[in-house]
């Protein structure tokens, strides 16, 4: 799953020689283009396009902790640890 930045012929080319299945919205302008081509649409599942709002708002919340955002912790497991950490404070918030 991706934003419409990454719509583009050769990240999807790229996508499908490596056997990922693609859910990216396309831009307005490639729409036209594509229809005025007469080519088939690109799939889009609008339902999976939406849980990646939750995803997209998990990491955002993560990002308000100034530890994590700015990677105060070089070694992986400390890291690690301060993003458990976070995580489970803002899951027993919810």
Same mark, same amino acid.
């Given at each position: 799953?991706?934003?419409k930045?990454?719509s583009?012929r050769?990240?999807?080319a +790229? @996508? =499908?020689r490596r056997g *990922?299945?693609?859910t *990216?919205?396309?831009?307005?302008?490639?729409?036209?283009?594509r229809r005025r081509r007469r080519? =088939?649409?690109?799939?889009?599942?609008t339902?999976? +396009?939406?849980?990646?709002n939750v995803?997209?708002?998990?990491?955002n919340? @993560?990002?308000?902790?100034?530890? *994590?955002?700015?990677? +105060?912790?070089?070694?992986?497991g400390r +890291? @690690?640890?301060?993003?458990t @950490?976070?995580?489970?404070?803002?899951?027993r918030?919810?």
């Amino acid at each position: 799953m991706a934003d419409k930045g990454y719509s583009a012929r050769t990240f999807r080319a +790229y @996508l =499908r020689r490596r056997g *990922i299945k693609a859910t *990216i919205p396309e831009c307005v302008d490639q729409l036209a283009g594509r229809r005025r081509r007469r080519e =088939r649409p690109c799939g889009f599942d609008t339902t999976v +396009y939406r849980r990646r709002n939750v995803v997209e708002r998990c990491f955002n919340r @993560l990002k308000q902790w100034r530890g *994590i955002a700015t990677r +105060y912790e070089k070694q992986p497991g400390r +890291y @690690l640890a301060t993003v458990t @950490l976070a995580s489970t404070l803002i899951w027993r918030e919810t």
